[in-house]
């Protein structure tokens, strides 16, 4: 069991290298092709840190791990929310722009009850992420279309983001990296994961949902307070929506696309989906009281969280020694 949680953190290590090297290579060829920092800088902190969850994904969905694909795009949506914006908000309050409430936000609350309503079927069939993938491409060009009306400063601060990467060999060898990176992070990660729930008597769910979400989670945590910390509050909220948004449509879509995966899991139905919706709604009345995201609203967050994990581990441990005596 040490072992797997040794490689499992080494995949979730390789992860999160590979996606800043092959961000800093796609961030150059955008560079190239003529495409401003600011629309560079929306697209990759928004949705670059979300390719950890993307290749974890694909590694579980060609090893038919579905579960575990699941999980991390459930698990790591609650993480997002909670987890990444409650330690943010503990650096500094995240003030909020007008028009995040009023387009972005409302977007991911729809998508995550459209989530919950979808897995009521009993499972994501390929057309369904075919219609969810193209819902992403549509989401992605309203919002490089609305990003003309970004007031200036928050462009500077977008900009400031992008990575410049010079040379044409370094690009190409960044993006060849990066991907090789993700590949082999993602298939360590599902590998341990899979070894892990098998050790502690859990669920690919739960573990998909905890372990595996938090570990993918880490690049927006990281991104996330090192914005707050330097004041973008934009760049830390827009972060976690953006990135909820892509690992829902993109990521969950692509998956379904390989896989149909099964939303039949123990607690997805009445607990993880219900939670990731709750936290992606009870971010409306914080962001709304005086447009901020206040430290007493990130540790009531953070709280919430901890909550969560606690009474989703406690809940697993019970059914699987209840199973066992049955047995």
């Known amino acids: 069991m040490l072992l797997d949680l040794g490689i499992l953190a080494l995949g979730v290590a390789i992860l999160g290298v590979g996606a800043d090297v092959f961000v800093r290579g796609a961030s150059a060829v955008a560079e190239r092709l003529g495409i401003s920092p600011f629309v560079i800088g929306l697209v990759v902190v928004g949705f670059g840190?979300?390719?950890?969850?993307?290749?974890?994904?694909?590694?579980?969905?060609?090893?038919?791990?579905?579960?575990?694909a699941v999980g991390n795009v459930v698990g790591s949506n609650i993480a997002n929310v909670a987890l990444i914006l409650g330690c943010a908000a503990l650096v500094t309050p995240l003030a909020v722009h007008l028009r995040m409430v009023r387009l972005e936000l409302p977007i991911m609350i729809a998508i995550s009850f459209g989530l919950w309503a979808l897995a009521t079927g009993g499972s994501v069939s390929r057309v369904e992420g075919g219609i969810m993938v193209t819902?992403?491409?549509?989401?992605?060009?309203?919002?490089?279309?609305?990003?003309r009306q970004e007031p200036s400063e928050v462009k500077a601060e977008f900009a400031e983001e992008v990575k410049h990467v010079r040379s044409t060999w370094l690009t190409a060898a960044f993006i060849v990296g990066?991907?090789?990176?993700?590949?082999?992070?993602?298939?360590?990660?599902?590998?341990?994961?899979?070894?892990?729930a098998r050790g502690l008597g859990l669920s690919e769910l739960v573990i998909g949902l905890t372990i595996v979400a938090v570990g993918t989670?880490?690049?927006?945590?990281?991104?996330s307070v090192a914005a707050a910390i330097r004041g973008h509050t934009?760049?830390?909220?827009?972060?976690?929506?953006?990135?909820?948004?892509y690992n829902v449509l993109c990521v969950l879509g692509i998956t379904a696309m390989i896989q149909p995966l099964p939303t039949t899991g123990a607690t997805l139905m009445w607990l993880d989906l219900p939670v990731m919706v709750g936290f992606a709604v009870v971010l409306v009345p914080m962001m709304m009281i005086a447009m901020r995201i206040s430290r007493p609203s990130g540790t009531l967050?953070?709280?919430?969280?901890?909550?969560?994990?606690w009474y989703l581990v406690?809940?697993?441990r019970g059914t699987a020694s209840v199973a066992g005596i049955g047995g």
């Open 135 to 147: 819902a992403f491409v549509a989401f992605l060009l309203l919002l490089l279309r609305n990003s």
């Open 314 to 316: 406690e809940y697993s």
């Open 217 to 223: 989670s880490l690049p927006e945590l990281a991104s």
């Open 301 to 309: 967050l953070l709280v919430g969280y901890a909550v969560y994990l």
């Open 49 to 68: 840190t979300s390719t950890p969850e993307l290749a974890v994904n694909l590694s579980a969905a060609l090893k038919g791990s579905t579960d575990i």
């Open 234 to 245: 934009d760049i830390a909220i827009g972060n976690v929506i953006g990135s909820n948004i």
């Open 178 to 196: 990066g991907l090789a990176m993700l590949i082999g992070g993602g298939w360590l990660a599902v590998e341990a994961a899979v070894g892990l």
